[in-house]
């Protein structure tokens, strides 16, 4: 009940809203160490309330990018905006609150081996110092929806590669985040728990979440309508037409 | 996090795995041996030059022909003194015999005498030896704390060792903290990458380790105290009546004995809040 409140919320607070760049890269470029650039003359933005897949060959990239995105790593030069807020050198101190506004999947998932599948769930809620009672409620209705209700005491290693990768995607966007940030996503699961997961993407950015997926499958992409699709190409952002440094806001306020 | 228990699932449990309850213990155990001794010593010092403090000895080279018995009637005519204790002559060849050896003191030689005084606490010293001066003016009027200084000196250095090793050993705890936090850093990396990611504040983070190795050292030092009381115990009894006997009063004072108390609790305080700031410090190396 409280969570279709908090729905209905926030649909109220995104309808009618006008759209406005929730990521903003200005000629970003990323190297390791004394290494050539990784990550170059990167200038796009993403729509607030925006899907948008992001593929590209493997080495393009995509991984780095995500992490710039999700605040892993900060860019070597040029600027990043996200939430309308310059980050490429804010202090340390800034960036918890940053990231608990953006939800991650990660490639390897990156669940805490030792924690219950429920603990998992609730990690990011737990941290943002939400009430137990809370927890429990949102995480046993979150597990149901990615199919796991019988599986919240299980931990990880038990958990097969789909299973763990759904408890992944119920981690990131159990806080309903603004932002969330998806690195292969469907990469270990058959194409039923595919579509559900895609489903899940969806409805979270039918109320207002802006969604970054970054993938392979092109079965994903073609059954998302309305998805803008962003291509990394050795480490630099294939845009011929310029959408992406200006993108189409009436489009995405159509869907 | 909001709360505990939730907290504590996030670092996997088993407070006796690592090496710091042990670490801390054996540290515990030895700093309160060593604060024990620095405390007895202070005590012992203290009681010593407590007792000497009003004591003067008045020496004379030959105390025949009532040249004692005059010195003790003069010793007596003198205000500020309170206590007058000639040392039998009877007494003084015995311990001249165990010098020069039996029949070795014949009765040419002259046999010096003493003659303990105690002045009234507060007495002018300088005028009362004088005085005596006057009175006997052979005799040296010499104070007994002078004759203990070199023992007093000693003791005290002893004192400051104590205090030295109980500081050393503190900063070996310290630095044994220092490498279990980053120990148990390393372990848990990926555990902290996810937190970081998920928006978990350092203080968040830090206060899980600080926890984990507060509750360790709390262990240790709770191990290595009782040890500690033990082997103070069983030990010092037998050095408690022999302190006892040379100093004239207990080995340890109340006060002291609440000092070695506080101390495995103030060796809790320190490992965490080392382990804290080592999290801490580390946690900062993060992007």
Redesign the interface.
Known sequence: MARRRARARTRRRWKGRPLSAIVEFDSVGLRYGTGAEVLRDLDFRLASGGFYFLTGPSGAGKTSLLQLLYLARRPTRGRIRLFGQELSDAPREALPAFRRRIGVVFQDFRLIRHLSAFDNVALPLRIAGRSEAEVEGSVREMLAWVGLADRASARPPTLSGGEQQRVAIARAVISQPELLVADEPTGNVDAEMAARLLHLFTALNRLGTTVLVATHDVGLIARTAGAQLMRLEKGAMVDPTGILRNPPVESVQAR | ???SE??R??L?RGTLRGPTPYVIAIMTFAMMIVAAAGLALASAAGLVAGAVEHRYVLQLPDGGEGRLAAAVRAARGVDGVTGVRPVPEQEMRRTLERWLGPGGLGEELPVPALVHLDLAPGGDSGRIGAALGRAVPQARFIAEQATVEPLLRSLNALQWLSLALVLLMGAATSAAVVLAARGALDTHR??I??????????E?IARLFQRKIALDAAVGALAGGMAAALALLVIGGGGAALAGELAGGPPLRALDLILLAVMPVAAVVLATIVARSAVLGAL?K??
């Open positions: 996090m909001s709360t939730a907290e699932r996030l996997p990926s555990t990458e996810i937190m970081h990611g998920i928006g978990a504040t350092d968040q900062r993060a992007p």
